[in-house]
């Protein structure tokens, strides 16, 4: 199937909104920000056997591709409008490609995004997307802004996808509900909205706990404390993990997608009552410090040290 019959493909099933005056089909959009907002602009790239396992679905990878993407625009409390996709393809594969847009375009249609253009490329299978959105320039939620005493905050639960990979890796059998979480994450867009303006700093959890804190700290000048025993574990995690395996899962896995955030103590009641609005848990793990580093406390208030701070990419072997 040539290219141009790929795109034609793509362009029958994308939808569109009012602000796209032209979308897919001419040299580049047309696009209109509503006045009084900002754009906001991420990018992110999932590589075959880096950021998904060879043998994972064409659905799941349209659904991932995007959703982490729609993760960071949930991390700066915006509103997703539009994005772009950049496929590179080792094969015009008409099947592959209505997979991969099932997915990809069903999560888009869940947030009302429009897909408005792409490039469509031969080469190993990689998939680039932009994604594009709005927020009001005082409430962009950004990783500088935390303060000491602040309440550390985090939503969902941590180490489910870490522990898919980790039990998939030992050949061990994997909870269905694990392995969702690891191919179909749920960017928490409505939550990062629901924080606009009662959060002083936040990030998307994309590359472990620690790591991913670690940014927030480093931009905003303090440190913070942990408890282990806060940590959000979902049950399916707590039933195929014992706790000082699933810890470093926890702490130092990746590809959560959940929102870490800090915000005043008085503003405690109204993130609970913001977040259940918007059907998202969450929960305090710790506070901001004004000392630098992370402490990570046991149960019984003794110091953990972590076995690993998240994924780096030139660092550790790629899943296969
Ligand atoms: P050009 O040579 O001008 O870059 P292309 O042939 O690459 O044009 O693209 C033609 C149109 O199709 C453009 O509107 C482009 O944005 C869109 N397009 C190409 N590939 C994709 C894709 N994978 N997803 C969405 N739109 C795409
Ligand atoms: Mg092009």
Redesign the pocket.
Known sequence: MP??D??AR??ER?SLRADVLL???????LLRVPAGQLLVVSCDTLNAGVHFPLDTAPADIGHKALAVNLSDLAAMAAQPAWC????SLPEADADWLNGFLDGFLALAHAHGVA??????TRGPLSIGVTVHGFVPEALALRRAGAQAGDELWLTGTLGDAAAALTLRAATTPVDPLLTARLNRPTPRVAAGLALRGLAHAGIDVSDGLLADLGHVLAASGVGAQIDLARLPTSAALAAAIGESGRWPLQLGGGDDYELCFTAAPEQHAAIVAALAAVDTPVQVIGYIAAAPGVRVLAADGSAYTPSQSGYQHFAKPHHE
């Open positions: 290219e141009f790929l795109i793509i362009r994308a979308g897919i089909g001419d040299d580049a959009a772009t996709l950049s496929l897909l408005v253009g792409g490039d469509t």
